[in-house]
T-cell receptor, first 116, second 112 residues
Framework: EAQVTQNPRYLITVTGKKLTVTCSQN?????MSWYRQDPGLGLRQIYY???????DKGDVPEGYKVSRKEKRNFPLILESPSPNQTSLYFC???????????????FGEGSRLTVL | GDSVTQMEGPVTLSEEAFLTINCTYT??????LFWYVQYPGEGLQLLLK?????DKGSNKGFEATYRKETTSFHLEKGSVQVSDSAVYFC???????????FGDGTTLTVKP
């Protein structure tokens, strides 16, 4: 089954304790991206990757890191989480924008993070 | 830069009512346009899409037409059901661009 898998789905942590949210897709997609969803603010892009070893900042990259060492994985790293990073996070993937595909995104089920 | 403006919610309708959720956009070039739906507790999933002017996307009774002259992509359904209760997001993506731009989402509640 084609899917994007995120882990953990729920996490409560404390300020400053490094954490990683994993994301994996099995559709051989070149493009992957991270979003955060906050009430009243919609969906905001954090980082994206057009292919392996290629990453770029989205609209709200501060406080986050990503890496793309393999095509299927795109982890989101919070080196020193703060309460304003409490949010619902989504990973998404799609075929390469340059492949003629219209850029339809496939989303994971979300990871709800609470930073105390 | 690109932007998407959606009709503000929440929207509450009775079952079998007609639904319209407005979406307008600002973009350079010729973007593809999408409607995504998020059911409670789930991730977003594609509802329908259109890739060029005058294209009509449709799925599950929902429709939207890509109107370049009015830069709009309004979502419509003739008769909503309780199971359509969800958050609906309008989005655009420019060809070869790394970013998708989303509207703020519109929460729809359908009452029996």
């Amino acid at each position: 089954e084609a899917q994007v898998t995120q882990n953990p789905r729920y996490l409560i942590t404390v300020t400053g304790k490094k954490l990683t949210v994993t994301c994996s897709q099995n559709m051989n997609h070149e493009y992957m991206s991270w979003y955060r969803q906050d009430p009243g603010l919609g969906l905001r892009q954090i980082y994206y990757s057009m292919n392996v070893e290629v990453t770029d900042k989205g609209d709200v990259p501060e406080g986050y890191k990503v890496s793309r060492k393999e095509k299927r994985n795109f982890p989101l790293i919070l080196e020193s989480p703060s309460p304003n990073q409490t949010s619902l996070y989504f990973c998404a993937s799609s075929l390469s924008p340059g492949a003629g595909a219209p850029g339809e995104l496939f989303f994971g089920e979300g990871s709800r993070l609470t930073v105390l | 830069g690109d932007s998407v403006t959606q009709m503000e919610g929440p929207v509450t309708l009775s079952e079998e009512a007609f639904l319209t959720i407005n979406c307008t956009y600002t973009a350079t070039g010729y973007p593809s346009l999408f409607w995504y739906v998020q059911y409670p507790g789930e991730g977003l999933q594609l509802l329908l899409k259109a890739t060029k002017a005058d294209d009509k996307g449709s799925n599950k009774g929902f429709e939207a037409t890509y109107r370049k002259e009015t830069t709009s992509f309004h979502l419509e359904k003739g008769s909503v059901q309780v199971s359509d209760s969800a958050v609906y997001f309008c989005a655009l993506k420019n060809t070869n661009a790394g970013k998708s731009t989303f509207g703020d989402g519109t929460t729809l509640t359908v009452k029996p």
